[in-house]
């Protein structure tokens, strides 16, 4: 079967396309925060904050392994990395809950 020279151009074009897409996705951000750090300084705490938060889970998360492990050929390093997630997982879902019930407390009070 001979493939279509349209398809071959299509494609290409959804190559070059998607990559300037994601040149632009990372670019702009890093722009706007270098272009006026006192708005962008909050966003980088948050973002920091999250990184800390990650690397806590990563640090406390065990590396087990077991019969389930073994079978699915999960090595103890990704089995770290997946209690990791899990954990920071747990970590972001207590945050928010805990701000939530923050914010109506606080209203009954103003």
């Known amino acids: 079967m001979q493939d279509s020279p349209l398809i071959n151009i299509g494609l290409y074009l959804t190559y070059i396309l998607f990559a300037i897409a994601a040149i632009t996705a990372i ?12 708005k962008a300084k909050g966003g980088l705490i948050g973002f920091g904050i999250l990184l800390v938060v990650l690397l806590f889970a990563y640090l406390v998360s065990p590396a087990e392994t077991g019969l389930f ?8 390093t990704v089995s770290k990395i997946i209690g990791g997630g899990l954990v920071a997982t747990y970590i972001v879902f207590a945050g928010v809950v805990i701000s939530i019930v923050y914010a109506e407390v606080a209203k009954w009070f103003k």
């Open 27 to 38: 670019a702009f951000p890093l722009i706007q925060t270098f272009s006026n750090f006192k």
């Open 69 to 76: 492990y073994e079978k699915h050929d999960i090595s103890p």
